[in-house]
């Protein structure tokens, strides 16, 4: 588009649209009420939402939002509306009930900086409309569709996971009209039986579908990546899903529909990329996936945790970018015996600053594998010590491990007085 038009088209809408609509900014927070919707005076999300219009930018604070099972929706009429977290800060979690849960359908329309936990059962997050952007968002579903994304915009930093049957990790599936849309760093993920890691069918006659993807991995349990065409001989109809530096496998190809064959580009993988786990889908270092992806202007500055996109050699396959970890965990005691005490008995409650295993060491004990809460018994009076080591899953063990000294003192004599009878001898 020439910027002038884009420019033109804007001022249109701003004098269309009420005054009170343009460029407002929206927000909400987990236990926003009323109607304000400003930052002093936030609204609940659905609020926030479901009252915005067009040039609107909704603003989700921190914080975890329980929605119900009303959807979060905004009609095609509602145009250029920007739904988003704070960049730079924990991620809001949206639990919904609801079967669609975040569907923006204005041409514009920007997601950003959001997780979304879905059990309803259509689309976890349905952003489809021209010139859509949707960046660092992750959702979890057991919907059909955990992201439906299109016709044409950009795409990345995104993770989309559905356990449903016959399901699509993402879809882009449509009919009528040219639609570019382009992606990076997707990890999409559909585990239920029958489901496809992307689906992009052209729905009808004089469609020209395009997907243009780069360090994306694709897993689906019936195909990784499904492109087909309706109906299948239509000369008027095409669906191309374009890879490079991508990790997927299986293909499903049906009448116009074309997916990149893995062998004929040497950047793309089929070795099966390796998960540290299966909620963020984290690389672990041995994944093929690390350091194999490839850098353009498309491709964005921070993975969805917010860490730098580039790390190593060049930018990672998938969501994640694999960064190892080298920050040690912190140790410290909750509950402690007294430094000095009668007891024999020691009770003591520990924690750490992240996932870890610990070790204890009791005096000259060898050191045992050990848990929280820690309970040991001492024959010994006199000056004990108990040292607690964290290690994270990284390996990573703390350099200052929780120590602590304290006395056990001797019990207390009883002391009985005797009181003889006096005999008085006459």
Known sequence: MVPGLVVGALVTQAVVAPPAHA?????????????ACTSTAPCALVTAVNGAGSNSEVIVTPGTYEVGSTSLTRPSTVTNLNVHGVAGQPQPVINTA?????????????????????????WGLNVFAA??????????????????LGYSGLARDLLCVTSSANGAAVDDSWGGGTGDLIVRNLTAVATGTGSYGIRADALSVNTNLDIHARNVIAWGTLADIRSTETPASDPTSESDVNLTNSNYDLRVEGGGGNVTDVGSVSTNQTAPPVFADTIGY???????????????????????????????????????????????PDVAFGHTPRHRTRKHKARFTFFASEAVTFTCLVDKRPPLPCASPFKVRFKKRGKHTVVVVATDTAGNADPSPASYTWKIKAKKRRHRHHHRPHHHHH
């Not at 010139?131 to 439906?148: F, S, Y």
């Open 23 to 35: 460029l407002v900014q929206r927000y909400a927070a987990p236990a926003g009420s009323g109607t």
């Open 282 to 328: 984290h690389e672990a270092p041995t994944s093929p996936t690390v350091d194999k992806g490839t850098s353009d202007t498309a491709v964005g500055t921070s993975d969805l945790d917010g860490q730098p996109r580039k790390y190593g050699a060049a930018v990672d396959i998938g969501v994640d970018e694999f960064v190892p970890d080298t920050t040690p």
């Open 98 to 122: 609801a079967n669609i849960g975040l569907q923006l359908l204005g041409d514009g329309a920007r997601v950003a900086d959001l997780t979304i936990v879905q059990t309803g059962s259509q």
């Open 131 to 148: 010139g859509i952007t949707v960046e660092r968002v992750a959702v979890r579903t057991v919907a059909q569709i955990a992201c439906g």
